[in-house]
């Protein structure tokens, strides 16, 4: 599978931040979006649009993602990385 493209930042205020990326080619596929430190925050979701927001973040804090694209029956795309402050 091929990785998400043009992945960025989207709405972003002192507590969320919403990422945004360009779809894939093909259909059927979703994509898991991981903050690595997020702390009590959710830290994964699994989407099947073009965007996540995590809620309740510290602000000012530094924030680590990863974006990768996932199918059933398929292997991972890599994860894209981007790092965003809240």
Known sequence: LA???????????DSSIQLLWDP??????GYEVVCFNCGHALKVQKVFSQSAVFPILTP???????????????????????????
């Open 24 to 29: 894939t080619p093909g259909q059927g596929q």
């Open 3 to 13: 990785p998400p493209s043009r992945v960025r930042e989207g709405v972003v205020t």
């Open 60 to 86: 000012g804090s530094l924030y680590h993602f990863a974006v990768r694209t996932e199918k059933e029956s398929f292997t991972d795309s890599s994860p894209v990385s981007i790092n965003i402050t809240a």
